[in-house]
Structure formats: structure tokens, C-alpha cells
């Protein structure tokens, strides 16, 4: 397939990034040592990250009419990528996060979603086409619930293949699960949506199972749990794998997991086996850490094999 056709439904966010040698603690004011302005948004990294990997991408979000709105539409259009149904709503301001990275790479996020909460289900029904005609639907949580119900089920109407990125961790409606394909969690998020402990490599496959066993039961019906420097475990009904995290200088972790899901997105929508798609999407995670930044980090095909040629 020389165009796999991804949609993508999500938050579009402007990212403030600063640069500390730690966290504060509660009333206390430290001095941080650099300050960056990015673009982010869980569905804007991902539709980054597969329109860089290829992919025909449509993004279907709603940012304000405000300054920051400026930046991250220039932002959009240098992608590549289908702006036709990324609406500004005037009423609210654009989404925004502040980032604080630490040394080693690990950061703490607060997302103030913003216009990003206004994306409703009249939004869906304008886009409804790029949904039916897209081979994978992509959604993560910062928009409202609702409205990804119901681009789910314009995608399960259509046989385009769904992949759910739980995040921010959240429960989840049974009728949502039920219809999702692919289900990617890291192990915070499959806690919360399956209520078990998730740390040891057993609580990690018990749990896997239980949510494989929420969500579709045809077609791919996985669970694609990341685990970081311990790499990702599949799930299906039919076989239980573990694919070790690939060993890079970590700079930033800020968008691995987006980089991740849009790879993901990517190769099965070449008809890829799920496999080989985790196994690419894996060397996008890690090709993301290290790099500053999230939607900087959005990997290229060339950065990811030779992330892979580490292996």
C-alpha cells in the first residue's frame, strides 16, 4: 500500500517547556535553566508522527483564535498533513501544556486542554468521510469522550481499524472499549482502565488480559502495553510477546509514546503484521527520546531504522 490512509482525532497543543535540575517541592521556587516553546498535543505529535513515516494523515481538532493558535498552525501545515477539519473555536484559547524536564529525560506534564474540549460529535459528523476512508483511526483521551464514541463508531461502520490511546489515564465506558481494535496503554493507564496492579511481569500480562478481553473481539483485538525501559508486551487472544526496549541516550521522554502510536498507526495501516508494526513502532519510541521536545521528536523513516540497526 503506497498511501495507508490514517486519521487521526485528538488535542493540538502549544507545549512550554522548561528545563530544571529538579522538580520543586509544594511553595518552593527554583531557578530552571532553559525555556522552550513547542508544538504537542497528543493528536498533533501523532499525526506528526505518521505523516513523517508516510502516511496520507487527516487531523480532526479545534484549536482557539489566539496567538498561540498561529503558532501551532504553522506548525500543522509544514506537516503534511490534512488541516481541512481543524477548527478554531473563538470562544476558547488554544490548548496549552507546561513541561518540566529533568536531567535524565523524565518530565511532569499539566495540560490545560482548552479549545481541545470543545471538539463535539457535530465536528466527527463534518469529517465523517475521512473516518470511513481511512484504513486506521487514531484517538487518545484529551478530547471529549463522547466525540471519540462516536468517530468509533463511524470507523467500525466502515471496517477502518481503531487504535485507542488511553491517555490521560481515565476509566473508560464498556460500549467504548468494545469497539476499540487496539488497545495501547503504558502500565499507569492499564491500571485505571482494568483497576489491578500493574508492576510485575505477571500483574502486567493479567492485566493485558483482562482488557483484551473489553475490547473488540474480531478483527486485531490487542492490547499493546508499553512499559518503558522494559519494553512492550502484546497481547491477543491467541499469543502473549514481550520486545525489549531499544538502549539510546534518553534527552527527553516528552512524546515517546506519541511517536509510538503514530508508527503504530502507520504500518498497520500497510497492512503490516501487528508484530512487525510494534517492533517499528518501538524504534519510534526510542528514536523520540532523544530529541528536546515533542512534536520535534516525531521520528523520520531513516532516524527509526537506524534506531533498529541498534538491535
Not at 473563538?90 to 523524565?106: F, H, L, N, S, Y
Not at 460529535?121 to 466525540?147: M, R
Amino acid at each position: 500500500m503506497l498511501h495507508p490512509k490514517v486519521t487521526v482525532v485528538g488535542s493540538a497543543n502549544v507545549d512550554l517547556v522548561l528545563r530544571a535540575e529538579r522538580m520543586p517541592i509544594k511553595g518552593e521556587t527554583l531557578i530552571g535553566n532553559a525555556f522552550d516553546i513547542f508544538t504537542g498535543g497528543k493528536g498533533f505529535n501523532q499525526a506528526a508522527a505518521a505523516a513523517r513515516l508516510g502516511a496520507d494523515v487527516t487531523l480532526i481538532a479545534k484549536i482557539g483564535d489566539d496567538p498561540f493558535a498561529d503558532i501551532l498552525q504553522s506548525a500543522i501545515d509544514a506537516e503534511n498533513i490534512n488541516t481541512e477539519f481543524v477548527k478554531t473555536d473563538a470562544e476558547a484559547g488554544t490548548g496549552v501544556a507546561t513541561i518540566i524536564v529533568e536531567p535524565d529525560g523524565k518530565n511532569s506534564i499539566i495540560v490545560v486542554p482548552r479549545a481541545n474540549m470543545r471538539l463535539t460529535p457535530a465536528d466527527i459528523d463534518v469529517a465523517k468521510n475521512s473516518i470511513a476512508e481511512a484504513d486506521v483511526l487514531l484517538l487518545q483521551l484529551e478530547t471529549p469522550i463522547d466525540t471519540s464514541e462516536h468517530a468509533i463508531e463511524i470507523a467500525k461502520a466502515n471496517e477502518t481499524i481503531v487504535i485507542l490511546d488511553p491517555a490521560p489515564a481515565r476509566p473508560l465506558p464498556a460500549t467504548l472499549l468494545s469497539q476499540v481494535d487496539i488497545l495501547k496503554p503504558n502500565e499507569v493507564e492499564a491500571g485505571v482502565l482494568s483497576g489491578r496492579a500493574v508492576s510485575t511481569p505477571e500483574e502486567r500480562i493479567a492485566a493485558a488480559k483482562a482488557l483484551q478481553s473489553q475490547i473488540a473481539s474480531d478483527g486485531i483485538s490487542a492490547v499493546v502495553l508499553t512499559l518503558g525501559e522494559q519494553g512492550v508486551l502484546i497481547y491477543t487472544q491467541s499469543q502473549t510477546t514481550h520486545i525489549p526496549a531499544i538502549a539510546v541516550e534518553v534527552v527527553d521522554t516528552t512524546g515517546a509514546g506519541d511517536a509510538f502510536s503514530g508508527a503504530l498507526a502507520t504500518t498497520l495501516a500497510e497492512d503490516k503484521p501487528l508484530i512487525e508494526a510494534v517492533k517499528f513502532a518501538n524504534a519510534a519510541g526510542a528514536a523520540a527520546v532523544t530529541t528536546l521536545g515533542a512534536t520535534p521528536s516525531m521520528p523520520t523513516q531513516e532516524r527509526i531504522k537506524e534506531i533498529l540497526s541498534y538491535t
